[in-house]
């Protein structure tokens, strides 16, 4: 089950640059596209032994990056609630980018962003999102 977080102000997605074979398939002809991610909580063991949480930022199931120590701080409260009830947190995010490079900006609310009443009223279900096509029917309610 997918739950959808309210969106928030623009996080920095991390270490793209390093996924770009997977995010260059999403970005759109014109550069800028809106996309569904899944987030996840990972660990990073460091040489010490020490555990610390961070977040991962998946598409299609795939790794496109990871938040940093602070944003993810923001998150994890959430990610933790989200897996408690059997459900994956999504996010939008805004994929920029070219043939060269590719950018990815995450879009979610911050934990003490989400009202109580977003935490007992879930699971929260995305959207549907059409692939990229050249022309799409637009019920008239939302036509000029």
Known sequence: MNTLLPWGSAIQVLKEENHFDVLFR???????????VSLHKEIYTLKNGTQRPFVEVRLDGKRVGELSNVTSAHLLPILGHTETVGETALAYA??????LAAQLVLHA???????NDWLSNGPHPAPKLLPLAKRYDVPPAYAK
């Open 26 to 36: 999403h970005v759109p002809s014109d550069g800028v596209g809106l996309l569904l």
């Open 94 to 99: 805004k994929v920029t980018g070219s043939a």
């Open 109 to 115: 609310a911050k934990a003490t962003e989400i009202s």
